[in-house]
């Protein structure tokens, strides 16, 4: 008799999901810092060191804006020299040029608003008597002074104004060398004399009224 052997069964398992989630294998990222380089050139210190020290300098400083620019063109220098020659790279070196050279500007414009104005010999004791004192800067006299004043010679005798016959208008008239006597009727008031307004009263009348006269009479200066 022959026998058949009858196929074997195996069991077929079908593989499930694990419900544990798979957490993928990543590759350690190049961009963190993995190693630690070492320190940069004394440059690269000097330079932040710079700029540091401007970022500290006290707005009371009387020149404060000057040497914060000094101190940011002073570190800009140090990371330009640093970049070319340790590290060689073209975009660091090309922004500290373009931040030096505006650090420049600014400081030139700086130098150029603290220039010595020029004040005209006749005009610089009335900047000094009267104007300096009240923290009138040298530019703005010189400007107010160039655009609004005219300056006017009178002979010893000559009259500045007539009692009752020169009319007052809306200027105002500082004595600036010499003396005037100012007189009522003929009868002496009182003394203007070098540094002084002479009209002041008169100007002040021009807001209220127009067209009025000189109530007193100024000779003209007499040295």
């Not at 020290?53 to 804006?65: E, K, R, S």
């Not at 009263?201 to 021009?206: A, I, L, M, V, Y």
Request: hydrophobic share 40%.
């Amino acid at each position: 008799m022959s026998s058949t052997q009858s196929p074997s069964l195996f069991p077929m398992m079908h593989s499930f999901p694990s419900a544990t989630p798979q957490i993928p294998t990543v590759e350690p990222n190049t961009t963190s810092c993995q190693d630690w380089e070492q320190a940069h050139h004394f440059l690269f210190h000097i330079g932040n060191l710079s700029l540091l020290l401007g970022l500290l300098v006290p707005t009371t400083l009387h020149l404060h804006m000057i040497v914060l620019r000094l101190l940011l063109m002073t570190g800009c220098g140090f990371f330009i020299v640093w970049t070319t020659l340790y590290r060689c790279n073209l975009d660091v070196m090309v922004w500290n040029v373009v931040f030096l050279l505006v650090n420049f500007l600014h400081l030139f414009f700086l130098l150029y608003k603290r220039r010595p104005i020029k004040i005209d010999r006749e005009l610089r004791s009335l900047y000094k008597r009267m104007f300096e004192p009240l923290h009138v800067r040298e530019a703005l006299f010189k400007r107010l002074t160039g655009q609004f004043c005219t300056i006017e010679m009178l002979k010893k005798g000559q009259v500045y104004a007539a009692e009752d016959k020169t009319s007052v208008d809306e200027h105002l008239s500082i004595l600036l060398k010499g003396k005037m006597r100012v007189s009522y009727r003929g009868h002496f008031l009182h003394n203007i004399y070098t540094n002084s307004f002479i009209d002041s009263p008169e100007f002040r009348s021009t807001e209220m009224h127009r067209g009025e006269k000189f109530q007193v009479a100024l000779p003209g200066c007499s040295v």
